[in-house]
C-alpha cells in the first residue's frame, strides 16, 4: 500500500492566518490526491480532488497544489469555522490510503 | 440533497458477523460507485472498500485489513449499500461511514472502462460499531 504522511500533525493558528499542510507520498501518485475536512461529531467533507480541483461549494479561500510526491493544502486567511482535522488520501491506486492527519487549533 | 443514512452498527463479539446498510436518497444511485470508510477513535480514516456502479461492473475493492473478510453489495431498486463484515476483531472498532464515490476512469489493455476511486463527494453521519467480548 502506498504510505501517505501528513505534517505537521498538529499546529495552533488564529483566525486570518495563512495555513498550509503537507501531504507526502511513499512513490509517485500524480496528480491523485485527494483533501478532506473533518469536524468532531460531524461527516467529514471533501475539499480538494485530483490535487488542485476545488469540490463545488467549498469556500475560495482553500486551494490544493503540488504533483509527484509532495502536496500541499492551503488556507488563505483561516476562519473560525476552519478549526478541524485535514486528511489528505491518495487515489493513484487501490487501496486509496489516508495521510495521519493534520489538527488545526484556535491559538 | 444528497443523504446518506447509515444504520446496523452496534456491540458485537469477536468474531462475530454485522452487516451495516447505507440508505441513500437525493440522487441517481444506480449511476454511483459507493464506499465506507472507518474511524477508530483516536486514529485517522481508513478506506474499507467500494463497489463500482452496474455500468462498471458492480465489482468491489477492499483495504487491506479487510480483505477476506468484508463483502460490499449494492441493491440499486432500494438505493442501499451494504457492509458484510464477518470475523470481526477488537481493531474494527470505529464509526463507519457511507460514502458517495467519484471514480476515475481509464482503459485497460483490452480497451475495457476502468472505474477506480477518485474522492468521496458525500458522507453520511456514521454508525458505531464495537467489537469486543
Known amino acids: 500500500d502506498i504510505q501517505m504522511t501528513q505534517s505537521p500533525s498538529s499546529m495552533s493558528a488564529s483566525v486570518g492566518d495563512r495555513v498550509m499542510i503537507t501531504c507526502r507520498s511513499s512513490?509517485?501518485?500524480?496528480?491523485?490526491l485527494a483533501w478532506y475536512q473533518h469536524k468532531p461529531g460531524k461527516a467529514p467533507e471533501l475539499l480538494i480532488y485530483?490535487?488542485?480541483g476545488v469540490q463545488s461549494g467549498v469556500p475560495s479561500r482553500f486551494s490544493g497544489s503540488g504533483s509527484g510526491t509532495t502536496f500541499t493544502l492551503t488556507i488563505d486567511s483561516l476562519q473560525p469555522d476552519d478549526f478541524a482535522t485535514y486528511f489528505c488520501?491518495?487515489?493513484?491506486?487501490?487501496?486509496?490510503?489516508f495521510g495521519g492527519g493534520t489538527t488545526v487549533e484556535m491559538k | 440533497e444528497v443523504h446518506l443514512v447509515e444504520s446496523g452498527g452496534g456491540l458485537v463479539q469477536p468474531g462475530r458477523s454485522l452487516r451495516l446498510s447505507c440508505a441513500a436518497s437525493?440522487?441517481?444511485?444506480?449511476?454511483?460507485?459507493m464506499g465506507w470508510v472507518r474511524r477508530a477513535p483516536g486514529k485517522g480514516l481508513e478506506w474499507i472498500g467500494f463497489?463500482?456502479?452496474?455500468?462498471?461492473?458492480?465489482?468491489?475493492d477492499y483495504g487491506t485489513s479487510v480483505k477476506g473478510r468484508f463483502l460490499i453489495s449494492r441493491d440499486d431498486s432500494k438505493s442501499i449499500v451494504y457492509l458484510q463484515m464477518t470475523s470481526l476483531k477488537t481493531e474494527d472498532t470505529g464509526l463507519y461511514y457511507c460514502?458517495?464515490?467519484?471514480?476515475?476512469?481509464?482503459?485497460?489493455?483490452?480497451?475495457?472502462?476502468?472505474?477506480?476511486?477518485?474522492?468521496?463527494?458525500?458522507w453520511g453521519q456514521g454508525t458505531p460499531v464495537t467489537v469486543s467480548s
Open positions: 485530483a490535487a488542485t
Open positions: 463497489v463500482r456502479s452496474k455500468h462498471y461492473g458492480g465489482s468491489a
Open positions: 437525493g440522487f441517481s444511485f444506480a449511476g454511483y460507485a
Open positions: 460514502t458517495r464515490d467519484l471514480t476515475k476512469i481509464s482503459a485497460s489493455p483490452s480497451g475495457a472502462s476502468l472505474s477506480d476511486p477518485l474522492a468521496a463527494d458525500f
Open positions: 488520501q491518495q487515489a493513484h491506486s487501490i487501496p486509496p490510503t
Open positions: 512513490q509517485n501518485i500524480g496528480k491523485w
